[in-house]
């Protein structure tokens, strides 16, 4: 496979995980009536969230193009997400010193991973399965 081409593919599964999350922040706060008057505060949620994403996911292999082409691979970003939720709500307390609350840790693994699992999904099925 061309590796300009595999780089593209890679860009397009970082993109969509970033759009994802970002769309997972904006429904979390828009599910507590803030959505409309949080602005830069989203970014407390979104950042913790995504730098967590970044430092697990690589670890289970979730951008490996490889993987990624197979349907049967789709655990892999699901439980990636699972191991990162703890990870993005232990970062969000620091940087706002604030107490982390058990279910909110429950809510955003599972609400991310069910969202990345449904992205990847459908980046599959128009991607890959094709071939």
């Given amino acids: 496979m061309d590796t300009a081409l595999l780089s593209r593919q890679q860009m397009i599964l970082v993109a969509g995980d970033v759009i994802t999350l970002g769309l997972v922040t904006i429904f979390g706060f828009a599910s507590h009536g803030e959505a409309e008057t949080a602005g830069v505060r989203m970014l407390t949620t979104f950042l913790p969230l995504v ?5 697990v996911a690589p670890h289970l292999r979730a951008f490996d193009m490889q993987r990624a082409d197979d349907f049967r691979q789709l655990w892999r970003p699901f439980w990636a997400m699972v191991l990162a939720g703890p990870l ?4 969000r307390g620091v940087m706002l010193n604030a107490p982390i609350l058990p279910i909110f840790v429950v809510v955003i693994g599972g609400i991310s991973a069910l969202a990345l699992l449904i992205w990847r999904g459908l980046y599959w099925a128009t991607a890959f399965r094709k071939r």
């Fill in 88 to 91: 993005a709500a232990w970062l």
């Fill in 51 to 55: 730098a967590a994403w970044f430092l």
